[in-house]
C-alpha cells in the first residue's frame, strides 16, 4: 500500500536536510513524501525547491497559519489510504515505515499505530539523564488497553512517530486549527471515538527535544488546550447515551476551578452543574449522589495532591472510571 508522509516545517532550516533525509531512506520503498511550507521566513524555502526527487511534493503556503492547518493541506493531498507524520526536526528510523505497514498488517482493527522513540537534543543540549527519564516514562505505554484507559488524562502518543487510516482521519475533521499546540492530542482523542491505536514495540524514531519548544514556553495554553480536548472527548462519550447536553461536577481547587470555569467549560460541551473545592473528601458522597440520582451525568476530577484518594472514594462508592468519573490532567493547586 502507498504511505504518504506528512512534514509540516516552519523556519525549520536547521534539522530539515536531516529530517527529509529520513524520510526518504526508508526500506518500504512505496511512499511519498509531502512538505508543507507553513509561511517560513528562513532558508526552508529555499532548501525545499533544491530537492530533486519524483516522490516529494512542496506545498508553499504563502503566510504561517500554524500546524494544523499545514497538516490538513497535505494530507488532503495525499494519494495514500496511510498516512505518516514525519516533523521536520525529527528522524525516522530506515525501518520505521516497513515495521508500521507489518504492524498494520497484522491489526488490522487498527486505526493508528505509533511507535517506541529515541529522545535526542535539540538546539541546546539536554542532559542525558533527562533523555532517558523521558524514554522510560514514552515507551512504558504500548497497549491499545491503557493507551484508551489513560486517554483523558495525558497522551501517550508521539505526533511524530503516528501513522492513521486517511479515511478515519476524514471522517473525524481532521486537525482541528483551533489548538496551536495540542491538535495531536486532540486528533487522538477523536480517532479513539472510532477504534484502538497501538504502538510498535520498536524505536522506529529520533525525537528531538528542544529547551524552548512551544508546549515549554506556553505553558498556560498548553494546560487550557490538554483540559479543552479531554473535556470535548467526554462530551462526545456522554452525549452519545443522551439526547440533552450533558451535565457534570468539577472537583479540584478553587485556582484549578476557576480557570475550568473561565478557560475550558465554555468550549467543551458539557455543562458544569457546580464546582466544589472545598473540603473535598466529605463533599464526595454528595457528588457520587447526584450521580446515581442522575441530576448529573458525570464528576470531573480536577485535584492534584489528593487525586489517588479521591479516585478511590469515587470508584469505592461504585462509579466506573471513564463513565461516571474523568481525572483530567491539571497543574493548578
Not at 511550507?37 to 524555502?45: A, E, L, V
Not at 542532559?127 to 532517558?132: D, F, G, I, S, T
Not at 477504534?195 to 495554553?221: T, V
Request: charged residues 25%; glycine residues 4%.
Amino acid at each position: 500500500m502507498l504511505v504518504s508522509i506528512i512534514m509540516a516545517v516552519y523556519n525549520g532550516e536547521t534539522y530539515l536536510k536531516q529530517a527529509i533525509a529520513s524520510a526518504l531512506c526508508q526500506t518500504y520503498s512505496n511512499i511519498e513524501l509531502i512538505i508543507v511550507n507553513d509561511g517560513s521566513n528562513d532558508s526552508t524555502k529555499y532548501i525545499l525547491d533544491k530537492i530533486d526527487d519524483e516522490r516529494v511534493k512542496v506545498i508553499h503556503l504563502p503566510k504561517n497559519q500554524g500546524a494544523a492547518n499545514a497538516l490538513n493541506t497535505g494530507i488532503s493531498q495525499a494519494k495514500g489510504e496511510w498516512i505518516a507524520i514525519q516533523d521536520a526536526d525529527d528522524n525516522s528510523y530506515p525501518t520505521r515505515i516497513e515495521e508500521q505497514v507489518g504492524y498494520i498488517r497484522n491489526h488490522s482493527e487498527l486505526v493508528g499505530v505509533g511507535t517506541l522513540v529515541e529522545f535526542i537534543s535539540g538546539n541546546s543540549t539536554v542532559p542525558n539523564y533527562l533523555l532517558k527519564k523521558l524514554m522510560r516514562h514514552k515507551n512504558s505505554i504500548i497497549s491499545r488497553q491503557v493507551i484508551k484507559k489513560k486517554r483523558f488524562y495525558i497522551c501517550e502518543l508521539t505526533h511524530s512517530s503516528m501513522m492513521f487510516s486517511k479515511n478515519v482521519f476524514l471522517r473525524v475533521g481532521g486537525y482541528d486549527t483551533t489548538f496551536k499546540i495540542l491538535y495531536d492530542y486532540d486528533l487522538w482523542l477523536r480517532l479513539l471515538d472510532i477504534g484502538h491505536i497501538e504502538k510498535a514495540p520498536k524505536i522506529l524514531l529520533q525525537y528531538r527535544i528542544h529547551k524552548g519548544s512551544l508546549s515549554r514556553r506556553n505553558k498556560l495554553q498548553t494546560y487550557n488546550e490538554i483540559q479543552t480536548a479531554s473535556s470535548r472527548a467526554i462530551y462526545r462519550l456522554l452525549v452519545k447515551d443522551k439526547k440533552c447536553q450533558p451535565t457534570v461536577i468539577v472537583l479540584g481547587p478553587k485556582k484549578a476551578c476557576d480557570n475550568y470555569k473561565y478557560h475550558v467549560a465554555p468550549y467543551s460541551g458539557l455543562k458544569v452543574d457546580h464546582f466544589i473545592w472545598e473540603d473535598l473528601k466529605n463533599q464526595v458522597p454528595f457528588a457520587v449522589k447526584d450521580v446515581k440520582s442522575g441530576k448529573v451525568d458525570a464528576i470531573i476530577l480536577l485535584s492534584r495532591d489528593k487525586r489517588k484518594i479521591l479516585l478511590q472514594k469515587l470508584t469505592a462508592s461504585q462509579l466506573k472510571l471513564n463513565k461516571q468519573v474523568f481525572v483530567i490532567y491539571n497543574i493548578i493547586k
